[in-house]
């Protein structure tokens, strides 16, 4: 299986500051890649598909770079509905596997 | 659009079979090139990916549980089932139903349903 892993695990930023998240996979995975967020009590929420593509209606403030092993996810301004935790995975091949999620909070 | 609900006993005893259905509205889970695929959440816990169907039945599991996972379809009720067989204490989670494009795995989710094993 592909391992992917995630850092940081946690993350505390102020309102309209930058954040990045990283998602490093165990082998090389092409574009292949999602990101999700996930509110407490709520399921997952595509965001970012083949690594970079926006998933219509999502805000343009979320981005996502990256191929083969590394892989950026990028909020330009933190917005406090922002508040979640993120998650990457890829599907390069089955079985599909996450990264271990960023639990993301307001400083 | 789409929309996807997980349904089933949210208490199931140990060495018993979980059973859980997805029922899927705004479109036919029959048609298109979709994959229909499960996946579960411990609390607290990151996600985990159990398997997938695509519309012609065929499956895929994740080697973790593939001895005790099937899923399938009922077309006449647009539904796809889960069966976990042999639970343990382990397999607490809130359990998810995906939607699958060929090219964009698990863009639709349900709103997943909380399973708990014990006697």
């Known amino acids: 299986d592909i391992q992917m892993t995630q850092s940081p695990s946690s993350l505390s930023a102020s309102v309209g500051a930058k954040v990045t998240i990283t998602c490093q996979a165990s082998?090389?995975?092409?574009?292949?890649l999602n990101w999700y967020q996930q509110k407490p009590g709520k399921a997952p929420e595509l965001l970012i598909y083949d690594a970079s593509n926006l998933e219509t209606g999502v805000p343009s403030r979320f981005s996502g770079s990256g191929s083969g092993t590394d892989f950026t996810f990028t909020i330009s301004s933190l917005q406090p509905e922002d508040i979640a935790t993120y998650y990457c995975?890829?599907?390069?091949?089955?079985?599909?596997?996450f990264g271990q999620g960023t639990k993301l909070e307001i400083k | 659009q789409v929309q996807l609900q997980e349904s089933g006993p949210g208490l199931v005893k140990p060495s018993q079979t979980l059973s859980l259905t997805c029922t899927v509205s705004g479109g036919s889970i029959s048609s298109g090139s979709y994959y229909w695929s499960w996946i579960r959440q411990p609390a607290g816990k990151g996600l985990e990916w159990i398997g997938r169907i695509y519309t012609n039945g065929s499956t895929k599991y994740n080697p973790s549980l593939k001895s005790r996972v099937t899923i399938s379809l009922d077309t006449s009720k647009n539904q796809l089932s889960l069966k976990l067989s042999s639970v343990t204490a382990a397999d607490t989670a809130v359990y998810y139903c995906?939607?699958?494009?060929?090219?964009?795995?698990?863009?639709?989710w349900g709103k997943g349903t909380t399973v708990t094993v014990s006697s």
């Open positions: 082998q090389d995975i092409s574009y292949y």
């Open positions: 995975q890829h599907y390069d091949n089955l079985p599909y596997t």
């Open positions: 995906a939607r699958d494009l060929v090219d964009i795995p698990m863009d639709v």
